[in-house]
């Protein structure tokens, strides 16, 4: 068994979202996904952002407002999105004073996937 | 984009673990794996479980004890664990007072994989 500790993880910032990718962890092909956690800072959102990849969010802790195609829908925490692929979305934070984190999971979709 | 509801989506108890299959949102084919929750209350643990589908566990809320092969280790909410295929694991929760609620992603082997 392996543990991911989120508090030590190695992370980066995209404006002022802080971002940890997966790929740190080196399990190359171990999972059929690749992974990130991404903190939304109160008040703040993602950059727009559109990509081949499905992507599967789940919400850790905050609630997520995510613009998919100009519907926004709340999400609490414990639950979960699901972006097709290429469908843009801006993930907004619209709390006062509490983080947002996300935990996803995305893919390259079945008639691209490799092997 | 769809939203997957925790609160509104359909349960079943394993003795007193609550489980909620994502089965029941006929993604069929779309993500390359399966998912669950599960919320285990204070003071219990899962039944032992070793399945051939290595599992990525991811804790909600709540605070896991996992014992792997004899070895516990401590997963704090928002940090994750990787379970082998064929690995033994008992889930607890050593709280008191607090559920502990799992988002897990499980598919087969790479070798077993359709397609």
């Given at each position: 068994m392996r543990m991911f500790d989120r508090l030590s993880s190695r992370g980066y910032h995209v404006q002022d979202i802080l971002v940890m990718r997966w790929?740190?962890?080196?399990?190359?092909?171990?999972?059929p996904f690749q992974a990130m956690w991404y903190t939304v800072p109160p008040g703040s959102q993602s950059p727009p952002d559109q990509h081949p990849e499905p992507e599967l969010s789940l919400v850790i802790s905050g609630t997520a407002h995510v613009d998919a195609g100009g519907t926004v829908t709340e999400v609490p925490p414990g639950c979960a999105f699901l972006l097709d692929s290429q469908e843009g979305h801006v993930v907004a934070n619209r709390s006062t004073d509490t983080p947002l984190t996300i935990f996803s999971a995305f893919w390259m979709p079945a008639g691209d996937r490799r092997g």
């Open positions: 790929d740190q962890f080196e399990l190359d092909d171990e999972m």
